[in-house]
């Protein structure tokens, strides 16, 4: 069996609450989520109403996995070889700038597609380069038997955060306008650089040093990454299990076609499945710890997209609006527990002078599916429906589940 050692676990939610560093960066992540959701609906809604195309508004998500897909590696390199906080700092410095002149232009000429996707892709490829970053941190200032703990509470903030983020963001596009918005986003930016200024980070181990020039040390360094997940079974199949199931990613995107074409409802009830969908990664989020530690990583990953593509199969073939709700829960449920436990697994089997660069191959690879899968999902609904499609990423996760759960090593890998 492969494991992860840890500490005994003596008042969990105490020992985090007094985790300064822990509560500091938690703190500062709730408020960025908080007024990523501002940005994201102010863009999103505002490009769609100003030129009236779902392919144009569409873009915006197609060019949000772009950055991952391209410089997740380098990202994660890089947080291997320079300072954490400093990356995390300048990463949301140059974020709260990059919002805020988005809301400068937009005050002076009025939304333009060119600027929503240029600052679009420029955020993110900042975030792919605090990621990793921070994804190396959190091991080094937890126990690890808490670690899947606050993966949970993190998950279970943003859910929170984004729900009622994307509630007052309505309003405050509706009644003050898009600019105020993305002041809002900016400054949740500048606030959670300010707390992670406060955060005392450890320096992680050095990798040996090298004397070949900045390109080779740079495909050097990656090829390390690589050949540290590929010598770890558990790693290695997690990697591409995940890879897999974001070919299931084009479900999200049709939605609205579901409500409209099995339901037979309008934007109310696709409200009512979002904030459904919402409530369940928070209550994931907070028992996804607990879950862990009872059943086992590799059994709650699997169990966790069993649940998932039973759901899915479900509102495949669903026809009422709380029938679909329940099954959407659950569904958003099973796949926050797995992602929480094997997100957990995956970083503390790697060591910790690795964890960087394998972490921005992971997500690499990880996103490299869901453009083309979104693509191909909304051609293949606009010809054929909604049924057969969910259907087939119902079927598709079981498959996966089953994948998972024969895996022995997988199966049997637990943090303890």
């Not at 947080?79 to 232009?105: C, E, F, P, S």
């Not at 530690?293 to 990953?301: D, E, K, N």
């Not at 199969?313 to 959407?328: C, E, H, N, R, Y």
Request: proline share 4%; hydrophobic share 55%; net charge positive.
């Amino acid at each position: 069996m492969e494991h992860v050692e840890a500490t005994s676990e003596q008042s969990p939610a105490r020992r985090l609450l007094t985790n300064r560093p822990v509560m500091l960066l938690w703190g500062g992540e709730s408020i960025s989520y908080f007024g990523d959701a501002f940005f994201n609906l102010a863009v999103g809604w505002t490009v769609y109403a100003s030129t009236g195309s779902s392919l144009k508004t569409a873009l915006i998500q197609v060019v949000w996995q772009l950055s991952d897909a391209l410089f997740g590696p380098i990202a994660g390199v890089v947080a291997d070889r320079a300072d954490r906080k400093r990356i995390m700092i300048w990463t949301n410095l140059l974020a709260a700038v990059v919002v805020g002149t988005l809301g400068l232009v937009i005050a002076v000429s009025g939304i333009r597609l060119w600027a929503a996707l240029g600052a679009v892709f420029l955020i993110n490829c900042l975030t792919t380069f605090l990621r990793p970053a921070r994804a190396s941190v959190l091991p080094e200032i937890v126990d690890r038997a808490l670690y899947t703990r606050v993966l949970g509470w993190f998950s279970m903030t943003r859910e929170v955060a984004t729900l009622l983020g994307q509630a007052i963001a309505g309003v405050v596009v509706a009644t003050a306008g898009i600019v105020w918005a993305l002041l809002v986003d900016a400054l949740s930016f500048l606030v959670l650089t300010g707390l992670v200024a406060l955060v005392r980070i450890p320096r992680h181990p050095a990798s040996p040093p090298t004397t070949d020039s900045k390109r080779a040390a740079l495909w050097h360094d990656l090829r390390e990454g690589w050949q540290v997940i590929t010598d770890r079974p558990v790693v290695r199949s997690l990697v591409w299990l995940s890879v897999l199931v974001n070919v299931a990613a084009f479900m999200g995107p049709l939605y609205p076609q579901l409500v409209d074409e099995r339901l037979h409802a309008g934007a109310a009830a696709l409200g009512v499945l979002g904030a459904a969908s919402a409530a369940a990664g928070i209550v994931a989020g907070a028992v996804s710890g607990a879950i862990e530690r009872r059943f086992g990583a590799g059994r709650t990953v699997a169990w966790g997209w069993a649940v998932a593509g039973t759901s899915i199969l479900g509102i495949a073939f669903s026809t009422s609006l709380p029938l679909t709700v329940v099954l959407d829960a659950l569904a958003a449920f099973g796949i926050t527990v797995s992602g929480i436990a094997g997100g957990a697994l995956s970083m503390l089997l790697i060591p910790e002078q690795y964890r960087g660069r394998t972490f921005g191959i992971i997500r690499s690879l990880s996103v490299v599916a869901i453009p083309p899968s979104a693509l191909l999902g909304g051609w293949l609904a606009d010809m054929l429906g909604v049924l057969p499609l969910f259907a087939f990423g119902g079927t598709f996760m079981l498959a996966l589940a089953a994948v998972a759960w024969f895996n022995s090593r997988l199966r049997s890998a637990r943090i303890e």
